[in-house]
C-alpha cells in the first residue's frame, strides 16, 4: 500500500513538472523494499536514469548501494 503512494506521488510529480530529488526517490524505494516490491524498486532506479540529473542519479545510486550492502551483511549474519 505504502509503496503504491509513493510511486503515485513520484508519477504526479513528473506529471506537475517537477523533478523529483533523492529524497523523493529514496522514499519511493524504500516504501517499495519494504512493501516486498523489490522488483518495483528497482524500476524506480532504472527511471532516475531517464529523468534525472547527474547529481540526482549518483546520490541515489550511492544511497542504494548502501541498503543492498546492508541486506548483504543482515543475510549473511543470519547464516552464520
Same mark, same amino acid.
Do not use: W
Given at each position: 500500500?505504502?509503496?503504491?503512494?509513493?510511486?503515485?506521488?513520484?508519477?504526479?510529480?513528473?506529471? &506537475?513538472?517537477?523533478?523529483?530529488?533523492? *529524497?523523493?526517490? #529514496?522514499?519511493? *524505494?524504500?516504501?517499495?523494499?519494504?512493501?516486498?516490491?523489490?522488483?518495483?524498486?528497482?524500476?524506480?532506479?532504472?527511471?532516475?536514469?531517464?529523468?534525472?540529473? &547527474?547529481?540526482?542519479?549518483?546520490?541515489?545510486?550511492?544511497?542504494?548501494?548502501? *541498503?543492498? #550492502?546492508?541486506?548483504?551483511?543482515?543475510?549473511?549474519?543470519?547464516? #552464520?
Amino acid at each position: 500500500a505504502m509503496h503504491r503512494e509513493a510511486v503515485a506521488l513520484l508519477s504526479e510529480m513528473f506529471e &506537475r513538472g517537477l523533478e523529483p530529488d533523492v *529524497i523523493s526517490y #529514496n522514499s519511493a *524505494i524504500s516504501a517499495c523494499q519494504k512493501g516486498g516490491q523489490h522488483e518495483r524498486a528497482l524500476q524506480v532506479c532504472v527511471c532516475t536514469r531517464l529523468t534525472s540529473s &547527474r547529481a540526482t542519479r549518483v546520490a541515489l545510486y550511492v544511497s542504494v548501494f548502501g *541498503i543492498v #550492502n546492508k541486506h548483504k551483511r543482515m543475510h549473511a549474519h543470519m547464516a #552464520n
